[in-house]
């Protein structure tokens, strides 16, 4: 079966411009999970939906926010990039409303580069 | 505030070598996680424990909940496990709903 599909895989913004980042779960996963890393801070935990719920939230500023669909397809969307933005979004999907409960199984990520 | 911290952060063993990373917290958790990553980003889950020992060909994991710690262990370790080891935790407050912490990873290089 189909794995974590993220997409675009690469993209290149300026600072101030917005982006958005979809994540397609595998067939029956209804939990998305989303992180960052960075060089600096390594891995992140951003946020998780579970059936079109954001269940919790990472400590990240408003820029940063998501959504889950009724097919449990997750877009992210960081508004007002800044150079610190630059890393690598990964998303993880697994069945169970508690993602970190259960093995997860990751996208390839989208790497953004903010210039 | 829940730590991970790991270590070794970085590791260089001959093939064959048997290999130990450890990963210790600072607050209670429902689960723990170890990930792999190689280079180029693909994060593959390699264990997600609560409590006891795991086994997965010549991987190992195991937990130590009153310690809060755990160990990943590599049998006869081969160039191709050569990656970045990841562990993650769970808190166990909150009713479980916190996200993810994660340690900032272990570099394995295994030399033939």
């Known amino acids: 079966k189909a794995g974590v599909t993220q997409t675009p895989r690469y993209l290149i913004k300026t600072r101030g411009q917005q982006v958005t980042l979809s994540c397609s779960p595998i067939?029956?996963?209804?939990?998305v999970s989303w992180y960052q890393q960075t060089p600096g801070q390594g891995l992140q935990f951003l946020f998780e939906?579970?059936?079109?719920?954001?269940?919790n939230k990472g400590n990240f500023p408003g820029r940063f926010s998501g959504r889950q669909f009724s097919n449990s397809r997750s877009e992210m969307n960081v508004s007002t990039l800044e150079l610190g933005d630059s890393a690598l979004y990964l998303c993880?999907?697994?069945?169970?409303?508690?993602?970190?409960?259960?093995?997860?199984?990751f996208g390839a990520g989208s790497r953004l580069t903010v210039l | 505030k829940n730590e991970v911290e790991q270590s070794p952060q970085n590791l260089t063993a001959q093939e064959g070598e048997f290999i130990t990373i450890n990963c210790s917290y600072s607050?209670?958790?429902?689960?723990l996680h170890w990930l792999q990553q190689h280079p180029g980003g693909g994060i593959v889950s390699l264990f997600m424990?609560?409590?006891g020992k795991k086994k997965h060909g010549r991987l190992i994991a195991t937990i130590n909940i009153q310690e809060k710690h755990s160990s990943l262990h590599i049998t006869a370790s081969h160039p191709r496990d050569s990656a970045v080891y990841i562990c993650a935790v769970r808190s166990s407050s909150g009713g479980g709903a916190d996200g993810l912490t994660f340690g900032k990873g272990t570099h394995l290089i295994i030399q033939p």
């Open positions: 424990l609560s409590s």
């Open positions: 607050v209670g958790i429902s689960a």
């Open positions: 939906y579970f059936s079109e719920t954001q269940r």
């Open positions: 993880a999907s697994t069945w169970d409303r508690n993602s970190g409960a259960n093995v997860l199984t």
């Open positions: 067939s029956g996963h209804r939990s």
